[in-house]
């Protein structure tokens, strides 16, 4: 009987030991040791909200954090921690880091700061780091100032990252001035040591802008608030459809700069809908989007490719290539109004002319075909027909069916007089490059003795 209170005491006491180790694992999902060969690697939205929390996991004392995802993260309108946290906010906290979203979405987070700034997935990405390969989606970013996709402030280099039409940016402010960009609200800066730069190349943006009472100054752009210096901002596509401002600031790409344009090069915007919210910058171009290209068609003059959509240039023709080896079935088409294409007569491509909307592309391939005869080359009886083939599949050749009196079948040659280059029955493949091509094979004999 005494030994009853110490069972339940140690029952109880082994039922709490498993609960901590359960929950600290909970806890300690992250791996890695945030070096370049062993990355930290986020899994979860728990790990992510860890990292926001814990400065070490973004900055180590000015030294870079490497930082992977490894799968995509649904905050579910729930927690959201914002890389770079900082109480006070006078700043938004500093970013020593390499990200790499690996390809990977985020999606479903509700940042709301109210009057106070910093609304963005990261906070002041510094010099020498990156953000890369990442989509946010379906989400809501609302502060005073600095609002944005990626991340609040950028002296580092952002490149493809993604935010889609499904984010929506409200800059809320009651300040003289706000910054909101659909990648970064500032991109570069001033410092007590000059300015620093911000890179931002190959990315897109589709959130819908919200910008309300509005005060004084508004650096307020598709792609970035406010340009500092020579920061280079290349490649990137803004396909924004919904703007809504108290005055007309907006502008597609940049929202201002007090720097030289020439850093802005080959960009892209969409015409859709009267923004009336001040010209794009220079380089840049008007496009179209295109969808429905088959998976591997490659095309000439693009802009920039999304999701299931290509931008071009406007009223421009575009030519769609098949992959080696494939053509396109009979049911290409090319809708939209004002555009026509025309296909080639091998119909290994296409061209597409994109007038004044969208193109959506109907398409499918097939792998070239082509067929094989069989000459009989000095035989006495039998006939073979021709057999099809397709392009990368292998088949095995017909059984000869043809006889020579004095004579046993050896194989098949390429010509009357070749050498045997397949045996009887043999699994081939590929045997002809050219779509509807023909190969003759001949069959070769060995007297008997």
């Known amino acids: 009987m005494r030994q009853k209170p110490f069972r339940l005491f140690s029952r109880a006491a082994l039922a709490l030991l498993m609960m901590l180790l359960t929950t600290t694992t909970a806890w300690a999902t992250i791996t890695g040791s945030g070096t370049q060969q062993d990355p930290y690697i986020i899994h979860d939205a728990s790990d992510w909200n860890t990292v926001g929390q814990d400065s070490k996991?973004?900055?180590n004392d000015g030294n870079h954090v490497y930082i992977e995802l490894d799968a995509d993260i649904d905050f579910n309108w729930s927690t959201f921690n914002r890389f770079g946290q900082n109480p006070q906010e006078s700043t938004p906290g500093s970013c020593y880091i390499h990200f790499d979203g690996k390809g990977h979405t985020i999606q479903n987070i509700s940042m709301n700061r109210g009057s106070n700034n910093f609304a963005a997935p990261f906070g002041d990405l510094a010099t020498g780091s990156t953000i890369s390969n990442l989509t946010v989606a379906n989400s809501k970013f609302t502060a005073d100032r600095w609002v944005a996709g990626i991340t609040c402030k950028n002296s580092g280099t952002i490149s493809n990252c993604h935010v889609e039409s499904t984010v929506t940016l409200t800059a809320n402010t009651t300040s003289t001035s706000e910054y909101c960009g659909g990648i970064t609200a500032q991109n570069g800066g001033n410092t007590s040591s000059g300015t620093d730069i911000g890179?931002?190349?190959n990315c897109t943006v589709g959130a819908k802008f919200v910008l309300v009472n509005r005060q004084n100054e508004a650096h307020f752009g598709g792609i970035v608030g406010y340009n500092y210096g020579a920061s280079p901002v290349s490649?990137?596509?803004?396909y924004s459809t919904d703007v809504t401002s108290s005055l007309s600031y907006f502008k597609i790409l940049i929202g201002s700069s007090n720097g030289?344009?020439?850093v802005v090069t080959n960009n892209y915007y969409r015409p859709v809908g009267d923004y009336g919210h001040g010209a794009p910058e220079a380089s840049t171009t008007l496009v179209r989007?295109?969808?429905g290209i088959p998976s591997g068609v490659t095309s000439a003059d693009l802009c920039v490719s999304h999701g299931d959509y290509g931008y071009f240039a406007a009223n421009s023709t575009i030519t769609l290539t098949a992959p080696a080896y494939k053509a396109f079935n009979n049911d290409f088409s090319a809708s939209g109004t004002g555009s026509s294409y025309t296909l080639s007569g091998n119909k290994t491509?296409?061209?597409v002319t994109i007038a004044s909307a969208d193109v959506t592309i109907n398409a499918s391939l097939r792998n070239f075909t082509y067929t094989v005869t069989f000459k009989g080359n000095g035989s006495t009886s039998g006939s073979m027909s021709p057999q099809g083939f397709e392009y990368s599949i292998a088949q095995n050749l017909t059984d000869c069916a043809f006889n020579r009196t004095g004579y046993t079948f050896a194989g098949w040659a390429t010509s009357a007089n070749g050498n045997v280059l397949y045996s009887d029955g043999e699994?081939?493949?590929n045997l002809v490059t050219t779509d509807g091509g023909t190969?003759?094979?001949y069959a070769k004999w060995t007297a008997n003795e």
Do not use: M, P
């Open 427 to 429: 699994s081939v493949s």
């Open 235 to 238: 490649g990137s596509l803004c």
């Open 199 to 201: 890179t931002i190349t």
């Open 289 to 291: 989007a295109v969808s």
């Open 439 to 441: 190969l003759d094979l």
């Open 57 to 59: 996991y973004y900055y």
């Open 260 to 262: 030289s344009d020439n």
């Open 349 to 351: 491509s296409a061209t």
